[in-house]
T-cell receptor, first 113, second 115 residues
Framework: DVKVTQSSRYLVKRTGEKVFLECVQD?????MFWYRQDPGLGLRLIYF???????EKGDIPEGYSVSREKKERFSLILESASTNQTSMYLC????????????FGPGTRLTVL | KQEVTQIPAALSVPEGENLVLNCSFT??????LQWFRQDPGKGLTSLLL?????REQTSGRLNASLDKSSGRSTLYIAASQPGDSATYLC??????????????FGSGTQLTVLP
């Protein structure tokens, strides 16, 4: 079975802090994704990566950056956390083709105070 | 821009009932459509993936159909159980450069199966 893990289930940070969210997949998938999910707004794509050191902006990249130094790991970085970044963050991965299933991690509930 | 709509937003049924969840999308040029389940506070679990060339996919008590020409998909759940209670989301993947790797999600149907 595909396994996508995220470093924390719950995280509480202060405004202005630098925040790292880590995602690891164990199936050698090329593509990895970061979404945020908010009530009434659904899932929105922040960034995705289709190869090591490659990244593309999604629909809402502002205030975020990403890093993919190894194929299995994709990190989301909040350079200076703000209260409007309080959300559920979901990581996903898939084989590098447009015909395949996307698999999700358990999510990180981030609260910025 | 692709829009994905799921109606109703919430549904409550008694245990044992067969039910249908609906998903509609505005752009029929898609690679595939995927159905997910999400339990409260958790990530998404993939249920079924239907390629654009397929009409339906089945897994256990679940059957998903796809009608690309009308921009619709349905998820049929047979003999519903309280453990099926969750939010069900559909997502489509467009055929267009730049967004080919992106899924567009519906807002979900929250299902409650009453014992």
């Amino acid at each position: 079975d595909v396994k996508v893990t995220q470093s924390s289930r719950y995280l509480v940070k202060r405004t202005g802090e630098k925040v790292f969210l880590e995602c690891v997949q164990d199936m050698d998938h090329e593509n990895m994704f970061w979404y945020r999910q908010d009530p009434g707004l659904g899932l929105r794509l922040i960034y995705f990566s289709y190869d090591v050191k490659m990244k593309e902006k999604g629909d809402i990249p502002e205030g975020y950056s990403v890093s993919r130094e190894k194929k299995e790991r994709f990190s989301l970085i909040l350079e200076s956390a703000s209260t409007n970044q309080t959300s559920m963050y979901l990581c996903a991965s898939e084989v590098g083709s447009s015909y395949n299933e996307q698999f999700f991690g358990p999510g990180t509930r981030l609260t910025v105070l | 821009k692709q829009e994905v709509t799921q109606i109703p937003a919430a549904l409550s049924v008694p245990e044992g009932e067969n039910l249908v969840l609906n998903c509609s999308f505005t752009d029929s040029a898609i690679y595939n459509l995927q159905w997910f389940r999400q339990d409260p506070g958790k990530g998404l679990t993939s249920l079924l993936l239907i390629q654009s060339s397929q009409r339906e996919q089945t897994s256990g008590r679940l059957n998903a159909s796809l009608d690309k020409s009308s921009g619709r998909s349905t998820l049929y759940i047979a003999a519903s159980q309280p453990g099926d209670s969750a939010t069900y989301l559909c997502a489509v993947r467009l055929i267009s450069s730049g967004s080919a790797r992106q899924l567009t999600f519906g807002s979900g149907t929250q299902l409650t199966v009453l014992p």
